[in-house]
């Protein structure tokens, strides 16, 4: 049953889909045997135009307005890092670059995971409507990147 979203967080959400439809799309080239730099290609098209605005809004609109000695706060940052790292090393990959793959699909999933069960969960609990609202991003990544290698297909 999907969960229920304050209207200021349902970008966020939308964006998080996004993230796990990347996921759907490298265990699909992957079971396909498409050559890893394609997909490589596609993942840094994704970090650069969606997920990165993603993570600085989150950032800066989110979890700003909580304690940096929150835990969940702090999760979430060491996360974004670790994407972060993740996503840029792709590239200077010459070997395991499918288990890189693998592996960094599975820590966006749970990332994004516990963001919408946990923390946007504790986000319209603990906050008015005033706040919620001024957590709303102004410039969203409506759709996947749409490159001319649709390598899951």
């Known amino acids: 049953m999907p969960l229920k979203r ?17 996921g759907w799309k490298i265990s699909q080239g992957i079971a396909k045997k498409v050559p890893s730099e394609r997909m490589v290609n596609y993942c840094q098209i994704f970090y650069e135009s969606c997920l990165l605005p993603h993570m600085k809004n989150e950032e800066h609109l989110i979890l700003n307005k909580f304690p940096s000695e929150d835990q969940d706060v702090k999760k979430i940052i060491e996360d974004h890092k670790s994407l972060q790292k993740q996503f840029e090393g792709l590239g200077n ?18 990332h994004i995971r516990f963001e919408e069960r946990i923390f946007f969960t504790k986000i319209q609990d603990e906050c008015t409507e005033e706040e919620l609202y001024a957590m709303k991003p102004e410039v969203v990544s409506e759709q996947m990147p749409q490159p001319e290698d649709e390598f899951w297909k």
């Open 6 to 22: 304050h209207i200021a967080l349902q970008d966020y959400s939308r964006e998080h889909h996004l993230g796990l439809l990347l």
């Open 93 to 110: 990959l010459s070997q395991g670059v499918e288990e890189a793959l693998v592996q960094l699909t599975d820590d966006l999933e749970k």
